[in-house]
């Protein structure tokens, strides 16, 4: 489509989204409504489900990947898709070089050996012991989200965890299920803050208010921000309060975070909204 003012051909982006998904505490569909009526301000604008990403992004000049569901259940169309955008040269939103959530939760074990701060996570039965001592602690796949396969174990059943779950050492991970104040989340566009949520209480993960992060807070999201190797892309890092103060990293998503847009104050969703604009335009340009 072209422009009517200026008469530039408009870009065309495919905006990739389960529209249909069922996710405890989220209206994946109504944030992608309101998301896409804003985008088409800025581009033309198609939507489709993952399932058909992979046959469809030829014909558009940029792919966004939004609120399309947990891929553990669509993983063969998940890897059609990241084949067929690389073997054309797609310009993908985010990108497909993500270390966090996109690539697995391996980074939880690989942070937790590299000594930072996060919930200490372990894949191994004979580092088992690299834990600290719980009540109870958390056994979940590798490859899971959204609470997929994750259970609560005693001490004296965790090496039986792993046989117990099927796919053995390296596919699972354990943690201490530890007592926290509540949880935060940092929003970040292409390495930028946004803004930041909490949940109060820690019983309701997806009852959300907004955050006045401190120095001290933005400087723990963005070290982990910098860490991952993602190009471009929003991300969401989500963290824990302990009883302490600290905070301790739960989840580095970088695939398609959801982004409570209907809990912010106006002026902070249309700051985000421009910059999300800007950063399509820079990935097209």
Known sequence: MVNALSGAPRTSVLFVTDLAYQARGRRYCDEDVFLTSRLR????VALCHPKDAAALLDG??????RNSGPVLYYPEAYAAFRNRAREVGARVYNSLDGGGDMAG???????TR???????TVDRVADL????????????PKLGADSAG???????????????GGDGEGALLVQPRIGFRYEVSFYFVDQDFQYALYAPDPERRWVLEPYTASGADLDFARRF???????RGIQRVDACR??????LLVELEDLNPYLSLDLLPTGVRDAFVARMITAVRELTA
């Open 41 to 44: 301000e800025a581009f033309d």
């Open 225 to 231: 921000v910098a860490w991952n190797s993602l190009s």
């Open 129 to 140: 012991g690299l834990l600290p001592g719980a009540a109870e602690y958390v056994v979940k």
């Open 105 to 111: 939760k391996q980074y939880l074990v690989d942070l």
């Open 114 to 120: 590299a000594g930072c701060p996060v919930i200490p």
């Open 242 to 247: 302990t009883a302490g103060g600290g905070l």
């Open 60 to 65: 558009f000049d940029a792919v966004v990947v």
């Open 150 to 164: 994750l259970r609560f174990v005693r001490e004296a059943e965790l090496a039986g965890a792993f046989a117990d």
